[in-house]
């Protein structure tokens, strides 16, 4: 529990967290107390009454080896090596996969950058004008603060659950198809350069661009291929619909798309952007902060900042955009941890299993050993013999568990991302280690026999 806890998988971050109680234990107890009767009775009924006679006159003979009791064995150790192998499989797809959602980059520099929410109150902040000058001394303190390089206000971060969207009209397009969605944020003129967002055609906002000038607006690169091609996007107007008709804006740039809500994102809905000076403000919003500090360092001097302006308003959600994309990631990460987690315990079972079968084989077989030593047979021929009783019983294993790695791995699909559900780099992998671990835990045994002496072994005999 300790470890689940380490990992972040006891939910505590989401309001609930693991713990043992009486349903947990009563479930633990439960299944120890039918592995017990299973592994008891199963070989019992299997070998049936006049069997079992057999089988106990055979033992006081000093020879209880049994072709079905060592089949059943083997075939148990087959069972938990495959299950090991699909269980790796499932945990290094999903590792695969997730170190491939790492290498995507989010289209932004989130390096060095914080962000933190405010929230106005309504009492306080009926009029426009009220909250539009809060952000304006807001921003102006907040450049002013220690170690800031940048600040930035916008409506809605990215990596957050504040984004909105709705439908957009190109001026000249068939008006009659369905409008098509976009994110939609309104920001200062800081906002680019903050967030590390390059334009790749026309300009940034200025300061100029307020509510007495041209209403203008910058799309993503993706809204731009999808609605103008390969023609320019420059001096075009793109529309939002509104209580009155159509708000049209002229298109003065296009900014690099960004992700916002997955790493894993592939073609994410298009975005267009307004200037912040040319919307209602909102009394939500967020402020973008370049910086060297750690959120840590900043809380301070920002409160006390918050609080010179207005003591009643509060600040809340400070984070830097790394711990943002990093949670972003939890959905991928704690599923991973888990398999993995499992896999290592069932990888564990299958050399124990491994081990357990061939070490009672070879105390079974002492006399045979001993027999063959004493004609002649050399003891690497008899480490041969144990090594490949254990090889078979691995390989088996891993082939049948490859086949049912395949048929788990079809409910993977929708957590892989860049990985399919045959990537050679896994199944390479996984079979590498399970027959790596198989020739260790046969290696044992196989040392075990090859050290019989042939007196003792014929004495015992």
Not at 37 to 59: C, F, I, R, T, Y
Not at 103 to 130: C, M
Not at 368 to 391: F, M, N, P, Q, Y
Request: with cysteine.
């Amino acid at each position: 529990m300790q470890m689940l806890r380490t990992l972040g998988l006891d939910g505590g971050a989401r309001g609930f967290s693991i713990g043992l109680d009486s349903s947990v234990l009563a479930v633990a107890l439960a299944s120890v107390l039918l592995s017990i009767l299973l592994s008891g009775l199963l070989p019992v009924l299997a070998l049936g009454e006049d069997k079992l006679w057999n089988g106990l006159k055979e033992a006081a003979r000093g020879n209880s080896r049994s072709r079905a009791a060592r089949t059943t064995r083997n075939l148990l150790v087959v069972l938990q090596v495959s299950l090991a192998v699909a269980l790796l499989t499932g945990a290094g797809l999903l590792l695969h996969s997730f170190v491939r959602v790492l290498e995507e980059r989010p289209g932004f520099d989130s390096s060095k950058l914080l962000t933190v929410s405010i929230n106005l109150s309504r009492d306080h902040y009926r009029e426009p004008e009220q909250t539009r000058q809060f952000q304006e001394r807001l921003l102006a303190a907040v450049r002013e603060l220690p170690g800031v390089r940048a600040a930035a206000t916008v409506s809605g971060m990215l990596f957050s659950n504040d984004y909105d969207s709705g439908p957009y009209v190109i001026e000249g397009q068939d008006a009659t198809s369905a409008p098509a969605s976009g994110y939609m944020q309104a920001v200062d003129p800081e906002f680019f350069p903050v967030m590390g967002i390059p334009l790749v055609q026309g300009r940034g906002f200025a300061a100029s661009d307020d509510e007495n000038s041209l209403p203008v607006a910058i799309i993503d690169a993706s809204l731009a291929r999808r609605a103008f091609g390969d023609r320019s996007a420059l001096g075009a107007r793109i529309g939002t619909r509104n209580l009155v008709g159509i708000e049209w804006r002229t298109i003065v740039g296009v900014a690099v798309s960004v992700k916002r809500r997955q790493l894993s994102e592939l073609d994410g809905m298009d975005s267009y952007y307004s200037p912040l000076a040319q919307v209602r403000p909102l009394r939500i919003f967020r402020i973008a902060i370049k910086t060297d500090l750690s959120a840590a360092e900043v809380a301070g001097p920002l409160r006390a900042a918050l609080a010179a302006i207005d003591p009643e308003q509060p600040m809340f959600d400070l984070m830097s955009m790394d711990e943002r994309i990093s949670r972003s990631l939890d959905d991928r990460r704690a599923p991973l941890l888990l398999v993995l987690l499992f896999a290592g315990v069932a990888l564990a079972l299958c050399a124990v299993g491994i081990y357990g079968v061939l070490a009672f084989a070879v105390s079974q077989r002492t006399s045979e050993i001993g027999v063959r030593l004493s004609l002649g047979a050399r003891k690497a021929e008899i480490a041969r013999l144990v090594l490949i009783d254990g090889g078979r019983l691995v390989i088996v294993g891993l082939l049948a568990g490859l086949l049912l790695a395949w048929l788990a791995a079809q409910s993977l699909r929708s957590q892989l991302f860049g990985v399919g559900v045959l990537d050679p780099v896994t199944l390479l992998a996984v079979s590498v280690l399970v027959v790596v671990i198989g020739l260790l835990a046969t290696g044992i045994p196989a040392r075990r026999a090859a050290a019989v002496s042939p007196v003792e072994a014929l004495r015992h005999e």
